[in-house]
């Protein structure tokens, strides 16, 4: 009896002495950018902008979240596909982006560069590959060296990140950081959150700001999602103050204020209802109600997998939204379906902004 209580003394040692490696290895490493990071592009963007410009958004799941996946954050069981899905993931998403001859900037979100849960596969490569004709930059929200979790399986090490790809050539890229945080110790392992915008010069003498987010998830308060946005919309209303077109899209994980939720209480799944009110006058939240965008992963996707919309756009009084329509992929490829968005540029609109701040005009 008393080695099998030594045993179990030494497992349990062994034990807190792993927990606590982990904790001081974890806080040592942490990832903490600054609040700017100006992006190296990446490619060279071979189209010139017109007067009509079409987005797209798209959370790719780290190529790791098929129809055919559950996954443990969610109350499911799978850590990490094998390489036979994540390479069908993301070859039908390489495949499906290639398609999308018509996009001028692609929004993306969880694109993995290097990360044992993608099997190191570099998105941002492939991604690169499949359109020559666009340039890229990336920013890093999730920068891991070991993610400790489940016990069982840990995700291990995780490099991604949120990545425009751009038909138009740009001035410059970057990174602004959130400063929503979990508590200690779970900051260490979680993402740190961001949002990049992208320059594109207009021939009008004016510039298209492209944004593109990734909101918090798993916050059950919704406070964390409201300071981000928040701090996301007084600097894109700085730059339409500047006479600029600004144009955001993204993961907000949070659903838009036309949508209704297939369940009651949506922020029992960590989701919540923005409102009008959280962007600036005149500006308006576009979204496609009745294709949902997102599934939950507590089984493979089925039909009673639960879905919902939490990617969508937000843009500025001066552009004219033409089309937003989401694209029903059955979530073969990640729990995450495309949101197209078309608009068309106002000037007219723009030039009173312009003249409005301008502290000579009558």
Known sequence: MKRFFRIILLIALAFGLYVVGVLVYGTLTDYSPPDLIRLEANGKAQSTPADTLTFMTWNIGFSGLGEETDFFYDGGSTVIQTPELVQKNLQGITDFMASQSDVDVFFLQEVDSLARRSHYANHLDTFATALPEAEWAFGVNYRVNFVPVPLYNPMGKVVSGIA??????????????????????????????????????????????????????????????????????????????????????????????????????????????????????????????????????????????????????????NLEVLEVQGVNLDFRFSDHQPVKLRVALTPEVSDTVLKSNDSDAP
Not at 183 to 191: K, N, V
Not at 251 to 268: I, L, R, V
């Open 164 to 317: 425009n790809y751009s038909r138009l050539p740009s001035k410059d890229y970057e990174r602004h950081a959130y400063h929503s945080q979990f508590d200690w110790p779970t900051r260490i392992f979680f993402l740190d959150r961001c949002f990049l915008s992208q320059r594109i010069p207009l021939d009008n003498g004016k510039e298209l700001v492209a944004i593109n987010t990734h909101c918090s998830a798993y916050d059950t308060a919704g406070t964390m999602v409201a300071d981000e946005i928040r701090l996301l919309t007084e600097f894109a209303q700085g730059e339409y103050e500047k006479g600029n077109y600004v144009v955001i899209g993204g993961d907000w994980n949070q659903c838009p204020p036309n949508y209704t939720p297939k369940n009651p209480d949506p922020a029992a799944y960590g989701e919540f209802i923005l409102r009008d009110d959280q962007l600036p006058a005149g500006w308006r939240w576009v979204a496609d109600p009745n294709t949902p965008t997102n599934r939950k992963l507590s089984t493979p996707y089925g039909p009673e997998s639960y879905t919902s919309v939490i990617d969508h756009f937000a843009v500025s009084p």
